[in-house]
C-alpha cells in the first residue's frame, strides 16, 4: 500500500524559511516522479512543484519559483520542498503526491499525502 | 489552459444522476483531463484519468466522458459518500485545475 506523509508545517513570519518532508512507502520511490500541490484554505488546488526519480530534474509553477526548492532522497525515500520568502500568499495544506506513471513527468496524481499546513503570518 | 467547472454548487438526493461540466479554454492533449473527488478534512483522491478511465478501485457509478474542449464527470445513483468536492484537472500541457464543483445533498 502506497503511504506518503508529511510533516514540517507550521507558523512562519513573512520573509521566514520552512522546509517540509514527505516519508514514502509501498511503491519503489526513485522510479516515480514526485510533486508538491497546495490549498489555500477554503480555495483550489495548486501543483508547486515536481521532481523527476534517479536523474532529478525539477519543475515549478511560477508563482514559486526561485523562492522553493524542490529535492529528494532516494535512500531515505524521502521528498522535500525548501521554501524561503514565504508570503501570505503561500498560507495553505501542503500535499506530497505521486505521479502516476513510471519513469515519466504525467502530473497525473494517483496517490497523496494528507498534508501539512503552512501558515505565512506575523 | 483555463479550466472552467460547472455549476459552482450543484444539490440533489442520494440515488440520482449528478452531471459535472469542465470546460478548457483550449482542446486538452490527448484528453489528458483527470477528476478528483475531496472530502472535508482529506486529501484528494483521484476518480477518472484520461478523460474516461477509472482510477483503480473507483466504483463504476463514477463515468467520464467527453474530449477536445468539453467533459462530463457523471455519477450514476449518488450514495451518501459521493457528496464532497470535485476537480477537474488537464495534464497534457503542463498542468491546470478547475476551480471545482460542490455536490451537496438537497
Do not use: H
Not at chain 2, 440515488?15 to 478528483?36: D, E, H, I, P
Amino acid at each position: 500500500e502506497v503511504q506518503l506523509l508529511e510533516s514540517g508545517g507550521g507558523l512562519v513570519q513573512p520573509g521566514g524559511s520552512l522546509r517540509l518532508s514527505c516519508a514514502a512507502s509501498g511503491f519503489s520511490f526513485s522510479s516515480y516522479v514526485m510533486n508538491w500541490v497546495r490549498q489555500a484554505p477554503g480555495k483550489g488546488l495548486e501543483w508547486v512543484a515536481g521532481i523527476s526519480g534517479t536523474i532529478p530534474t525539477t519543475y515549478y509553477a511560477a508563482s514559486v519559483k526561485g523562492r522553493f526548492t524542490v529535492s529528494r532522497d532516494n535512500s531515505k525515500n524521502t521528498l522535500y520542498l525548501e521554501m524561503n520568502r514565504l508570503r501570505a500568499a503561500d498560507t495553505a495544506i501542503y500535499y506530497c503526491a505521486k505521479d502516476a506513471q513510471e519513469m515519466r513527468l504525467l502530473l497525473l496524481f494517483d496517490n497523496w499525502g494528507q498534508g501539512t499546513l503552512v501558515t505565512v503570518s506575523s | 489552459i483555463v479550466l472552467t467547472q460547472s455549476p459552482g454548487t450543484l444539490s440533489l438526493s442520494p440515488g440520482q444522476r449528478a452531471t459535472l461540466s469542465c470546460r478548457a479554454s483550449q482542446s486538452v492533449s490527448s484528453n489528458y483531463l483527470a477528476w478528483y473527488q475531496q472530502k472535508p478534512g482529506q486529501a484528494p483522491r483521484l476518480l477518472i484519468y484520461g478523460a474516461s478511465s477509472r482510477a483503480t478501485g473507483i466504483p463504476d457509478r463514477f463515468s467520464g466522458s467527453g474530449s477536445g474542449t468539453d467533459f462530463t464527470l457523471t455519477i450514476s445513483g449518488l450514495e451518501p459518500e459521493d457528496f464532497a468536492v470535485y476537480y477537474c484537472q488537464q495534464y497534457g500541457s503542463l498542468i491546470t485545475f478547475g476551480q471545482g464543483t460542490r455536490l451537496e445533498i438537497k
